[in-house]
């Protein structure tokens, strides 16, 4: 399928066909990578997600929330001092 070229701004743009798009389950707003290879390609892919810092995760705790009892690590598997 062949696609052109349009100038937006001071960049190059192709737009990605719906039927492409739905195939390969991107929307509006999805990051993609994006790599130049040597025999002249230009690979387009949805961009891994990378895992969020602790500090993001912590973030997500509500403000005031405190643990109810202790954690149900389970029993112990090896040499353990209990």
């Not at 040597?38 to 997500?60: F, H, M, T, Y």
């Not at 509500?62 to 353990?80: A, I, T």
């Amino acid at each position: 399928m062949a696609v052109t070229v349009s100038k937006w701004g001071s960049s190059l743009g192709v737009r990605l066909p719906a039927k492409i798009a739905e195939t390969m389950g991107i929307q509006a707003g999805d990051d993609l990578d994006i790599f130049a290879k040597v025999n002249g390609e230009i690979v387009l892919r949805k961009a891994r997600r990378q895992r969020p810092s602790l500090d993001e995760l912590l973030a997500r705790v509500p403000k005031g929330w405190k643990p109810e009892g202790e954690f149900p690590w389970g029993g112990p598997v090896g040499r353990e001092i209990l």
